[in-house]
């Protein structure tokens, strides 16, 4: 035996050990070697495949537009883009796959090798996880959001007025439409009433109709929101945000379940469940005479709170893949993850956006990241100057004079957010209850205005 027979036989030896696939072609794409790996995860035999065109062994959803063929023609490697493939048996096999040339001694270009890892076992995982750490559209691992989870079902069943409180972007329309969802009414009409948009003076009229003559411009009948609820669920979003006036009104209907087209003596019945959402502790604004007490108490027969995203860090691994997934389809890209330095940016991140915001950062990324991963570089500017500003540590007895607004201004915004509860504002902050007094009082902050 020579020598480079013996060479022949070695590279074989290499490639049949490898678990990843690998196969080469020559210049017109033709197959000429094929690993066992390559046999086991496609199901065609190496004798199969050799001699025969690439496209022809791996029906790949990216056959039309080939990176081998672009490998070939520029030069340029591909690195785990992920793709997927049709298996001897007809199923999807997805597989990521880098691509590289093949250049002779003399720097002569004899084909192409591309190796390819099956991602099956990986794709099993995640979607067990999704299903693990999901309920309709909302993912979430925390143990707070999974006790939420686990009476969901119950709530959906009940005829029972809800009240969801939460900041903004902290998915309380989610959870609203997994109500719906989940509820006997499911089959029925979702309508959603940003209370917050309406202006005061078209609420009444877009809510609850009108009957031509109810006003000048009332030429013919028009037919309010809830008509079209039909027996469904109607969601009122931002409630807080209703003027006292108005709120009178929304009390009668979740008393009486009746209303009154504006300019009209007939009363409707309404066949509907009402949900509702605010960013605002609705507790506190009956304590300011900003909300009636009444209306409060018939919209908080069942009430839960949502935490803020940096309350609930477990789940930013999650809704980031959630994200990518949605934007991929969304868009066409290949798009695997984000890399390790973007999620410990994110990870340490405060997100005064919430979910929402999350959301932007990767679809930001989305519209930069040429290639299979999204970097430090594709993230939005603005995210990393505050990178150092918004994870200062306020656990640290020894502040910097530099960060003294800063802190101050975090502990202003946790008093107002926990309507002056100074104990609730501690936990949030995740300092104790005496440090928080302590700081209080060298800002000379007045909790009672909160």
């Given at each position: 035996?020579?020598?480079?027979?013996?060479?022949?036989?070695?590279?074989?030896?290499?490639?049949?050990?490898?678990?990843?696939?690998?196969?080469?072609?020559?210049?017109?794409?033709?197959?000429?070697?094929?690993?066992?790996a390559?046999?086991?995860?496609?199901?065609?035999?190496?004798?199969?495949?050799?001699?025969?065109h690439?496209?022809?062994?791996f029906?790949?959803?990216?056959?039309?537009?080939?990176?081998?063929?672009?490998?070939?023609?520029?030069?340029?490697?591909?690195?785990?883009?992920?793709?997927?493939?049709?298996?001897?048996?007809?199923?999807?096999?997805?597989?990521?796959?880098?691509?590289?040339?093949?250049?002779?001694?003399?720097?002569?270009?004899?084909?192409?090798?591309?190796?390819?890892?099956?991602?099956?076992?990986?794709?099993?995982?995640?979607?067990?996880?999704?299903?693990?750490?999901?309920?309709?559209?909302?993912?979430?691992?925390?143990?707070?959001?999974?006790?939420?989870?686990?009476?969901?079902?119950?709530?959906?069943?009940?005829?029972?007025?809800?009240?969801?409180?939460?900041?903004?972007?902290?998915?309380?329309?989610?959870?609203?439409?997994?109500?719906h969802?989940?509820?006997?009414?499911?089959?029925?009409?979702?309508?959603?009433?940003?209370?917050?948009?309406?202006?005061?003076?078209?609420?009444?009229?877009?809510?609850?109709?009108?009957?031509?003559?109810?006003?000048?411009?009332?030429?013919?009948?028009?037919?309010?929101?809830?008509?079209?609820?039909?027996?469904?669920?109607?969601?009122?979003?931002?409630?807080?945000?209703?003027?006292?006036?108005?709120?009178?009104?929304?009390?009668?209907?979740?008393?009486?379940?009746?209303?009154?087209?504006?300019?009209?003596?007939?009363?409707?019945?309404?066949?509907l469940?009402?949900?509702?959402?605010?960013?605002?502790?609705?507790?506190?604004?009956?304590?300011?005479?900003?909300?009636?007490?009444?209306?409060?108490?018939r919209?908080?027969?069942?009430?839960?709170?949502?935490?803020?995203?940096?309350?609930?860090?477990?789940?930013?691994?999650?809704?980031?893949?959630?994200?990518?997934?949605?934007f991929?389809?969304?868009?066409?890209?290949?798009?695997?993850?984000?890399?390790?330095?973007?999620?410990?940016?994110?990870?340490?991140?405060?997100?005064?956006?919430?979910?929402?915001?999350?959301?932007?950062?990767?679809?930001?990324?989305?519209?930069?990241?040429?290639?299979?991963?999204?970097?430090?570089?594709?993230?939005?500017?603005?995210?990393?100057?505050?990178?150092?500003?918004?994870?200062?540590d306020?656990?640290?007895?020894?502040?910097?004079?530099?960060?003294s607004?800063?802190?101050?201004?975090?502990?202003?915004?946790?008093?107002?957010?926990?309507?002056?509860?100074?104990?609730?504002?501690?936990?949030?902050?995740?300092?104790?209850?005496?440090?928080?007094?302590?700081?209080?009082?060298?800002?000379?902050?007045?909790?009672?205005?909160?």
């Amino acid at each position: 035996m020579n020598e480079d027979q013996e060479n022949i036989d070695f590279f074989k030896v290499i490639l049949s050990s490898i678990a990843d696939g690998v196969f080469t072609v020559n210049s017109q794409r033709i197959i000429t070697s094929f690993n066992r790996a390559a046999e086991k995860i496609t199901g065609v035999p190496a004798s199969q495949a050799v001699g025969k065109h690439c496209q022809d062994v791996f029906h790949s959803d990216i056959c039309e537009n080939c990176l081998l063929q672009d490998t070939l023609e520029t030069g340029i490697e591909a690195i785990d883009r992920p793709v997927n493939i049709i298996n001897n048996q007809g199923d999807k096999i997805p597989i990521s796959i880098s691509t590289a040339v093949l250049k002779s001694e003399e720097g002569k270009i004899l084909g192409a090798v591309e190796t390819f890892r099956d991602l099956s076992t990986i794709e099993h995982l995640r979607k067990e996880l999704r299903r693990s750490y999901s309920l309709e559209d909302i993912i979430s691992k925390s143990p707070r959001m999974h006790k939420l989870f686990a009476i969901l079902p119950d709530i959906a069943e009940s005829e029972s007025t809800v009240l969801i409180q939460g900041p903004s972007g902290s998915g309380k329309e989610l959870f609203a439409r997994a109500i719906h969802n989940l509820s006997p009414r499911k089959n029925k009409n979702y309508v959603v009433i940003n209370c917050g948009t309406l202006p005061v003076q078209l609420f009444e009229s877009e809510l609850f109709g009108y009957v031509k003559g109810a006003f000048t411009d009332a030429k013919t009948d028009k037919e309010g929101k809830l008509t079209k609820v039909n027996g469904g669920t109607v969601f009122f979003d931002e409630i807080g945000e209703l003027p006292l006036s108005t709120q009178v009104k929304l009390l009668r209907l979740l008393q009486e379940r009746e209303y009154e087209p504006l300019g009209s003596t007939e009363t409707i019945k309404a066949n509907l469940r009402v949900v509702a959402a605010s960013n605002k502790d609705l507790k506190n604004l009956v304590a300011q005479a900003k909300f009636r007490d009444d209306l409060y108490f018939r919209l908080a027969v069942v009430k839960f709170d949502l935490p803020a995203l940096k309350d609930r860090r477990e789940d930013i691994p999650f809704l980031v893949d959630h994200f990518i997934r949605k934007f991929n389809a969304k868009t066409g890209k290949k798009i695997i993850s984000v890399s390790p330095n973007v999620m410990n940016i994110l990870m340490r991140y405060n997100f005064p956006g919430n979910i929402r915001e999350l959301e932007n950062i990767i679809e930001h990324g989305f519209v930069l990241c040429h290639g299979s991963i999204i970097k430090r570089e594709h993230l939005s500017p603005e995210l990393l100057p505050r990178e150092q500003d918004s994870f200062t540590d306020i656990k640290s007895e020894s502040t910097p004079v530099t960060e003294s607004i800063d802190e101050q201004e975090r502990i202003i915004n946790a008093i107002q957010n926990c309507g002056g509860a100074v104990s609730k504002a501690a936990e949030q902050l995740g300092i104790h209850r005496t440090t928080l007094w302590r700081k209080i009082k060298r800002y000379n902050i007045n909790i009672d205005q909160y």
